[in-house]
């Protein structure tokens, strides 16, 4: 028990360095960079393999962490709503992966649960954050920010995750059996 848990607090500091990074390498594609969601493919892979609660974590930290140390994003009102955004993720994700029957359909439900509700997330935060401000925030700029412009992220999310999730889940039983 002790070794899982350490095996989970290591993948989870990878995967929070992955969050840290990946913007880097996305970003050098100005027209795309961003709508990529970079930091949200290693939230929702340690949701999937470590857990609901370390999938959180990672989530809540990994928008804040690059926003205190480099700027970007933009603490408020962006970083802010990602952090609840990507714990949604994380925390769905791992949760209903856990939950559900052990098939590979189940990664693609749990997937979807988790996208919709980080977006539903960040669109209720954003709305609250807007309004505390004094700005404005309707269905319009939700549908652009969580869907719009967020599209080459959300394709790459539906293919990548599934096929990276199943693939180290086999290799972990096959290192099992080892």
């Given at each position: 028990?002790?070794?899982n ?18 913007p ?30 370390w999938?959180m ?28 955004e990507?714990?949604?993720?994380g ?16 990664v693609?439900?749990a ?27 309707g ?5 652009a ?24 889940e ?9």
């Amino acid at each position: 028990m002790k070794n899982n848990n350490i095996r989970k607090m290591v993948l989870s500091a990878m995967f929070l360095a992955l969050a840290y990074v990946l913007p880097f390498l996305t970003g050098q594609i100005p027209e795309i960079g961003a709508m990529l969601c970079p930091m949200h493919i290693p939230v929702l892979l340690c949701g999937f393999l470590c857990g609901s609660p370390w999938g959180m974590l990672v989530g809540f930290l990994a928008p804040l962490l690059r926003s205190v140390t480099l700027g970007m994003p933009p603490l408020l009102p962006t970083a802010f709503c990602m952090a609840f955004e990507l714990a949604t993720y994380g925390a769905v994700a791992g949760f209903l992966y856990r939950i559900l029957p052990k098939k590979k359909t189940s990664v693609y439900m749990a997937l979807l649960a988790a996208m919709v509700a980080g977006r539903v997330v960040w669109g209720a935060v954003m709305f609250i954050c807007m309004g505390l401000s004094g700005g404005n925030f309707g269905f319009g700029a939700f549908v652009a920010g969580a869907l719009t412009n967020a599209v080459p992220g959300i394709l790459v999310q539906i293919v990548l995750i599934p096929l990276l999730v199943i693939a180290l889940e086999k290799a972990g039983k096959q290192a099992g059996n080892e």
